[in-house]
């Protein structure tokens, strides 16, 4: 399949990408807490939806459980409440944008999109989320 993107076309064929596949999300998501996990936030790039595990896979936001610092800490949290406020606003799709389906952790890979744009796009803009690049980066300096 050739399809354009941006001013190029891109022969999946070749390339061996993936062609994007989106899904829509739909329910109310809650903090993680417990066993039990249908949908909710985990951090700000992880969440439970469906009791399936995703990782946002454009980004990297700040660590909750084993920050590094208080200032990690503080802004992961605020990650967290971006990500489920998003969830909770409606009108999300999940998208696969990778040639994996999943991490080495077993987490579904996905950009998750309002309105054509990445949730992550928005917390990058917002200073909680990196753009991820195969590696964490540093919360504390």
């Known amino acids: 399949m050739?399809?354009?993107?941006?001013?190029?076309l891109i022969d999946y064929a070749i390339t061996g990408a993936?062609?994007?596949?989106?899904?829509?999300?739909?329910?109310?998501?809650?903090?993680?807490?417990?066993?039990?996990?249908?949908?909710?936030?985990?951090?700000?790039?992880?969440?439970w939806y469906r009791a399936v595990k995703y990782?946002?896979?454009?980004?990297?936001?700040?660590?909750?459980?084993r920050p590094a610092c208080e200032r990690e800490r503080a802004l992961g949290l605020e990650a967290q409440v971006a990500l489920l406020d998003a969830l909770n606003?409606?009108?999300?799709?999940?998208?696969?944008?990778e040639r994996r389906d999943t991490d080495r952790y077993g987490r579904k890979l996905r950009v998750v999109l309002h309105d054509g744009r990445s949730v992550g796009d928005d917390m990058i803009a917002?200073?909680?989320?990196?753009?991820?690049?195969?590696?964490k980066q540093n919360w504390c300096g």
């Open 89 to 97: 606003g409606g009108d999300l799709v999940m998208e696969r944008r």
């Open 126 to 135: 917002r200073g909680i989320a990196h753009r991820w690049e195969g590696h």
């Open 2 to 8: 050739v399809v354009p993107a941006s001013n190029k």
């Open 18 to 47: 993936v062609e994007p596949r989106t899904e829509p999300i739909e329910g109310r998501f809650v903090t993680c807490v417990g066993a039990q996990r249908i949908n909710c936030v985990v951090d700000g790039d992880t969440f």
């Open 55 to 65: 990782r946002i896979s454009d980004i990297n936001t700040p660590e909750i459980g």
